[in-house]
Structures are given as structure tokens and as C-alpha cells.
């Protein structure tokens, strides 16, 4: 600082000067983010800011040349013209790399691709049409068609599931953990399967219908005595093995029946009563125990059991005229928590409401979307006569039980084209390498028939595509 004194003037001169080292080990690397598409200062296309250019590493020698390719740094204003500190929206990398560029001649600058104009909000709702045949599948007034059945009263009761069609509300296809309580129904939409859950009292999610813990969200079998005083050394004979207690509470009969590991049986004691649960595996795959008195005579007395034969829940995915036998009256009578899903709409059975956008009369036009087992069968139910052959362009049905195991899950299917099928191998795959040995099957619907003919096994003879042509054409 120099100071120079005259006679009632003073002068300061104070040097502020900002500079980089003289000598530099290296250059600045500037990571940022900004709006997409910006213009610049001259009113054009800042290129830096395109999709095209994001992640690209770029060297800059000046502000100009800075500003040339990304804009001027913006910052988000209050009603005073103040700039809001802080704001997400501020391109502080983008002022970073401009003041660099004051003290030296030479930065790396990489924009992510990330648009800073997407998170801008808007009072103006959304208007642009969607792309022609965007199909919509209206959650909101689609019915599942799903019931429960209740032992105590022997009625179904309607299932209103939890709809999960977020992708962060599930993991791999099962809703999270936090989702709903136990014993309530969820259906996630979030992937093509929609498939349908239902939580357990250990908190655990299970597909309805498939086979293991499922069948222990609810049990076969409930004693009526509360709290009973058992005796010792009495027993109780399931699936023909006994099963001695050793104790005199309900808790101590739950744990001789899991020590006996008898297949597919499990007991457990909740609110005071003696609770079985049967799998699928017990009694020779059957999914059934067979309750007999002890030679003591009096446990099940004692707890309130009757003899006889139970089968564990099952799930059945059929028409409202096909309604489940699960009565105490019918032949195999089934406990609470076994599901009917209907596959028709009516009786509040299945109506899947499902649009497809017409860009002709610019709206959504509700489709037909019954509910068919497979292709086989939704082809004879489209067209008899063809066996699928005629079912038009953008026909629409709802496959359900994927798997074709029993699950409760479903999944939608759009016809792309009217006529016959074709397949084309992709482009990227060419040329075909065939390998003489080779086989696969082929299966096809049938006009008249719910049934794919037999699966037909080809074995390639070659290794062009003439030969393969040649043994699929033979078999």
C-alpha cells in the first residue's frame, strides 16, 4: 500500500490484484450442471448444453468461448431481483468455470447430463397428446375381480388390494416391507406380471397362489379353548405320526408338534390357542392333516379339536359360474384366506379398464379386455373359425395365472398385426450360426381348440439356413 500526503488530500493505493500461481502443475476441471438447449449471449443454440454434447469433457481458453458454448451462469431471482442463495436450480459450476477463467487461460469443463429446466415448475397443466396407440390402463376404475373366502361365516369377501405402481414401492416384482399390514392384499402394477401379494404375520409378502410360506398366512386348523391346562404325556396324532406333550400350555404343545417335523406341518400358539399350519407338501403333496386322538383320549377335548381330515388354503382363477367347492358341505372344504379370482365381469368379477389413444378423434377408446388363460385359448375365444388367424390388429386380452401354476397374476397382451405369425431373426444377429444337433419345439393353437397342439422337438441336421428351413419344413 502507498499512501502520498498533500496539503488536504489524501490518496490510497491499494492493490487487490487476483492471480494464479505463475507456475501451474495442472488444469482446472470444472463438473456442472446447467438447462438444456440454452442460448447464448448472441441469441443462438449453446451446443454445450444439448443432449448431444452431455458428459463431454471440453477445453476452454476464455470467458468469451465459455459463454459461447454454454450460456451466461443463471441464478434463480426473489420478487426483488435478489438472487435466492442456495437454489437448486442455480448454475454455480457454470460461475465457477467464468471466474476461473479470470486467472488463467486454460479449464476442462464436462456438463452432466442432467436438465436444470426440467425441475422448473408449472401452474399450467400439461397439454400435449400422447403418441397414437399409447394404451392406458386405467388403476382407478379397474376391478381385479379378487375375493376371499371366510370359513367362519362361508361367504367371500371382496379384496380391495393396495395398488403398488411405483418402482421404488417394490423389489423385484414384491412390495416393500413398509408397504401395508398383515393380512392385506397388494397387487403390483409396477411390472407386467401384476401379480398379487399378501402379507403375512411375520410381516413377509407372498405371491397368492405359489407354492411354500403362502400357505402358512393362514391356518388350516384353529383350536376353540383358550389358554387350556394340558396334561402331560397326553398326544395327538397328525398324518399318522404322535405327538406326545411334554409340557402343559398351549406354547409347549406348538413346540412338540415342530420338533416332531412332521412334512409340511408347523403349529404355533397365538392369543392362547393352538394354531396348524399345512403346506403343499404335507400328506404325500396333497396339502392336507389328518387330526386323530391320541391314545390318552382327552387332548383334543382338552384344547378344542375335532378329528378329521383339513386342507390347507388354496387359490382357484376361473369364471363367476365356476364358483370355488370350499364349503364344510362340499367334498374338500378349504379354511380361511384361500382366494377366487373371476376371470369374467360378472357378480363384480374381473373388468380391467383399458384405453388405447386415437389420435384421429384425440382421446382415449376404451377397449375390450376379457380375461383368457393363454394364447390357445384366447385365439379359440376370438376366432373359431381361424384359430386366431383373423383376430384383428390391436385386439386385446388379459393372460391370467402366467406361470400356469396357480398364481394369481396377470398380464396384458396386444395383438401387433392381423394374419399369420411371423419371425424374423434381428438384424444384429446375422449371419445365423446354426449347429448341427440342435433341437427345440414348436407348439400351435388350433381353430376350434383351447389347447396348443403337442410340442413338436426339431433337430437341426445342419449348419446353414437352408437345412434349418429344410428340418422345421419336415417335422
Do not use: C
Not at 162 to 167: E, G, L, R
Not at 274 to 299: H, W
Not at 308 to 330: C, M, N, R
Not at 407 to 413: E, K, L, R, V
Amino acid at each position: 500500500m502507498a499512501t502520498l500526503l498533500s496539503p488536504g488530500v489524501e490518496v490510497t493505493v491499494i492493490d487487490e490484484s487476483f492471480f494464479a500461481p505463475v507456475i501451474s502443475t495442472s488444469i482446472p476441471y470444472v463438473l456442472l450442471a446447467t438447462a438444456q438447449d440454452k442460448l447464448n449471449t448472441s441469441g443462438d443454440l449453446a451446443i454445450g448444453t444439448t443432449a448431444a454434447n452431455a458428459n463431454t469433457v471440453t477445453p476452454i481458453t476464455s470467458r468469451r468461448e465459455l459463454v459461447t458454448l454454454f450460456g451466461n451462469p443463471s441464478f434463480i431471482a426473489d420478487s426483488a431481483g435478489g438472487v435466492v442463495q442456495g437454489h437448486e436450480l442455480n448454475e454455480y459450476g457454470l460461475q465457477t468455470a467464468y471466474s476461473l477463467l479470470g486467472v488463467t487461460n486454460r479449464i476442462y469443463v464436462q456438463r452432466a447430463d442432467i436438465d436444470l429446466g426440467q425441475l422448473v415448475g408449472t401452474s399450467v397443466r400439461p397439454t400435449d397428446d400422447p403418441a397414437a396407440g399409447t394404451v392406458w390402463f386405467d388403476l382407478t376404475d379397474t376391478d381385479f375381480g379378487l375375493f376371499e373366502w371366510n370359513e367362519s361365516d362361508q361367504t367371500f369377501n371382496k379384496i380391495t388390494p393396495i395398488i403398488v405402481n411405483d418402482a421404488a414401492d417394490h423389489s423385484g416384482g414384491v412390495p416393500n416391507g413398509d408397504i401395508g399390514n398383515p393380512l392385506d392384499y397388494a397387487i403390483v402394477t409396477a411390472v407386467t406380471t401384476n401379480p398379487l401379494y399378501v402379507k403375512n404375520s411375520s410381516g413377509q409378502w407372498n405371491l397368492v397362489g405359489s407354492d411354500g410360506t403362502w400357505h402358512n398366512t393362514y391356518p388350516t386348523v384353529t383350536s376353540t379353548i383358550s389358554n387350556p391346562t394340558l396334561t402331560i404325556s397326553d398326544d395327538i396324532v397328525l398324518n399318522g405320526t404322535t405327538v406326545t406333550m411334554t409340557g402343559t400350555s398351549i406354547a409347549t404343545a406348538a413346540g412338540d408338534i415342530n420338533t416332531a417335523a412332521i412334512t409340511g406341518i408347523t403349529a404355533a400358539a397365538v392369543d392362547g390357542k393352538l394354531e396348524i399350519y399345512v403346506d403343499e407338501t404335507a400328506d404325500t403333496n396333497q396339502g392336507r392333516v389328518t387330526i386323530a386322538e391320541g391314545t390318552a383320549d382327552d387332548f383334543l377335548t382338552e384344547v378344542g379339536l375335532t378329528a378329521g381330515t383339513f386342507y390347507t388354503i388354496t387359490a382357484q382363477l376361473s369364471a363367476h359360474t365356476s364358483v370355488p367347492e370350499w364349503k364344510t358341505t362340499d367334498a374338500v372344504s378349504r379354511p380361511t384366506g384361500s382366494v377366487w379370482a373371476k376371470t369374467t365381469t360378472p357378480n363384480n368379477g374381473a373388468d380391467w379398464d383399458i384405453s388405447v389413444y386415437d389420435d384421429q378423434t384425440e382421446a382415449f377408446v376404451r377397449k375390450s379386455a376379457p380375461l383368457y388363460l393363454n394364447d390357445a385359448v384366447a385365439n379359440n375365444a376370438l376366432d373359431t373359425v381361424g384359430g386366431g388367424l383373423n383376430v384383428s390388429s390391436g385386439s386385446i386380452y388379459v393372460r391370467y395365472d402366467t406361470t400356469e401354476t396357480t398364481d394369481i397374476t396377470f398380464q396384458i397382451y396386444e395383438r401387433e398385426v392381423l394374419g399369420e405369425t411371423v419371425v424374423t431373426a434381428n438384424a444384429s444377429s446375422l449371419p445365423i450360426t446354426f449347429n448341427s444337433g440342435d433341437s427345440f419345439t414348436i407348439s400351435v393353437s388350433e381353430a376350434g381348440s383351447d389347447t396348443f397342439t403337442a410340442a413338436q422337438t426339431i433337430t437341426l441336421s445342419g449348419t446353414t439356413s437352408t437345412t434349418f428351413v429344410t428340418d422345421v419344413m419336415n417335422a
